[in-house]
């Protein structure tokens, strides 16, 4: 081997080694793909939009020992805050495309916010919603409807159930409010007021169907009037929780246990147990607010509690 081959040699391994380090080098990309998964229920397309997610201190909020939350978040890998999704469903039957919560946007910080790219990523346009149904008016609910005081969702009427508009949209409330309980009724009113204005707000006085395929159910204990909604086609179900549950590691496998953002925690764990075992002897799928995105599955009875069995992957047919 002469001195040149030697030469030549050493040239390209210190070429190969820093090639090797630019690419070790490359930055962290540190973005998921858009929030959107698509799926079909019967004659229905669903799609669920994830509005980013909000790490919650669980094992403070949940109205049991700390210890106890922490064993059951264990179980699943998980520990407290718990990084949770925050969720909402847009529903095309076909002759109208409902939207059925609206996220947080700026309400709760820089990891939500994020539903309007999602939605507008899942191919459709905000003017081309027809309805919006809310579950409930807390802010990462809501919040999405407005932009700097502006319908984000312009031809669209929203529906939400009548106690909580009297409840959240009422100054007297709002005046009377202390600490952070006043975020509650700015929220909903900074984010409802604008379609009220408009003539674009509809209150649900009592259970209804609300467009083909989609009813309203009253199920309070959350907020007053928190309401689930029930979407059928061609024989398939889908029943959209709202805010039943906040904490799937822990309250499939005791439903008893409360959280404190609920306005009555005993209607709302009877309410919570209710859904769980109907969903669980109909077989149908359940999706909520704060599943693990993309927030679908089964409810599978398992002794006193249950289990929640996400929907696998699959592509809309």
């Not at 809501?142 to 909580?164: C, H, I, M, S, Y």
């Not at 496998?253 to 002897?281: L, Q, Y």
């Amino acid at each position: 081997m002469t001195i040149t081959t030697l030469t030549r040699s050493a040239a390209v391994l210190a070429v190969a080694a820093a090639c090797s380090m630019a690419q070790a080098a490359a930055p962290m990309a540190k973005f998921q793909a858009p929030g959107f998964y698509r799926t079909t229920l019967g004659d229905f397309e669903v799609t669920v939009l994830n509005d980013g997610s909000i790490d919650l201190p669980v094992d403070q909020l949940l109205k049991q020992p700390p210890a106890k939350t922490n064993a059951a978040l264990a179980k699943s890998f998980l520990k407290s805050p718990v990084e949770t999704s925050v969720n909402a469903f847009l529903i095309n039957t076909g002759s109208k495309l409902v939207l059925i919560d609206a996220g947080a946007a700026s309400l709760f910080g820089p990891t939500a916010g994020k539903l309007l790219a999602n939605f507008k990523a899942s191919g459709y346009k905000p003017e081309q919603v027809d309805e919006i149904y809310i579950s409930h008016m807390h802010g990462d609910h809501v919040g999405g409807l407005t932009a700097n005081e502006q319908r984000v969702f312009p031809n669209a009427v929203v529906r939400a159930g009548k106690l909580d508009a009297d409840y959240y949209l009422n100054p007297g409330n709002l005046d009377k409010a202390t600490g952070e309980e006043k975020q509650d009724f700015q929220g909903a009113m900074m984010s409802l007021n604008p379609y009220v204005k408009a003539g674009k707000f509809q209150p649900i006085i009592a259970n209804s169907e609300l467009v083909p395929g989609i009813k309203s159910y009253f199920n309070g204990g959350h907020t007053p009037g928190h309401i689930t909604y029930v979407i059928e086609s061609a024989g398939q179900k889908l029943v959209l929780l709202g805010d039943l549950l906040h904490v799937q590691a822990v309250q499939f496998e005791n439903p008893g246990v409360g959280v404190n953002f609920d306005s009555d925690s005993k209607v709302a764990i009877a309410e919570r147990k209710e859904a769980f075992a109907a969903a669980a002897k109909g077989g149908y799928l359940i999706g909520a607010s704060h599943l693990s995105f993309p927030a679908l599955g089964h409810v599978r009875a398992d002794g006193k509690g249950y289990d929640f069995v996400p929907v696998n992957y699959a592509l809309p047919r």
